[in-house]
């Protein structure tokens, strides 16, 4: 297997947990794949679906990357569209006593990143990935952020987008820095925003 510069997106369901062990079976089992089938079907510019977690979806993209502006746009699209699915679930089942815990309890983070070391192999008819990189991208989803709704982007893909006009001012918010230290990966440095403005405007 050869490594590959590789970006790798992570839409991961917050409250994921708190949500499967509060909640009636029946209503976890309808609701959390009709999340992840939204999230699959919002890609607008062309990731790759290579696993599909138990409450993630793990895209990548290898060659060259879209425009900044363009990525979080898809990440944009990605929480509307999973917000907007989430009242109508909660609509679909108003009848279920659970019901209002779906907007109550779940959300969406989305992790970015983009690295060199990772190559990739099919497995059945999936694209398995591989390497350092993709170990740091799962790291990334335990950190230090204090929030439960955002986009983080890692260091190596704020490297990537240095001389790609890498904005951190939006209509919506601003980029925040923080960095986790990892066991067996060392400090990782991130830029986050908030994803919550986008639907309480």
């Known amino acids: 297997m050869k490594a590959t510069p590789t970006l790798i997106c992570i839409p991961d369901i917050s409250g994921f947990t708190e949500f499967m062990s509060g909640t009636d079976f029946d209503l976890s089992s309808k609701v959390i794949p009709t999340l992840l089938n939204k999230i699959i079907y ?15 979806v793990l895209f990548f993209k290898t060659g060259k990357l879209p425009p900044v502006r363009k990525l979080i746009e898809q990440c944009e699209h990605f929480y509307i569209e999973f917000y907007d699915q989430l009242q109508k ?31 990739s192999t099919k497995v059945g008819n999936r694209i ?39 904005d951190k001012e939006f209509e919506w918010g601003t980029l925040k820095q923080n960095f986790t230290e990892y066991d067996h990966v060392g400090k990782i440095n991130y830029h986050y925003i908030n994803l919550k403005p986008l639907v309480k405007q």
């Open 128 to 166: 398995k990935l591989f390497g350092e990189d993709l170990i740091v991208a799962h790291r990334l989803l335990k950190n230090k952020i204090r929030m439960d709704e955002y986009i983080l982007i890692s260091e190596g893909l704020s490297n990537y987008y240095k001389d790609h006009d890498l």
């Open 89 to 119: 679930l909660r609509d679909q089942y108003k009848d279920e006593k659970d019901a209002p815990r779906i907007p109550e309890v779940l959300g969406l983070k989305i992790i970015l990143h983009y690295g060199k070391e990772v190559a």
């Open 42 to 56: 919002s890609n607008k510019i062309g990731l790759k679906v290579s696993e599909i977690e138990g409450d993630a």
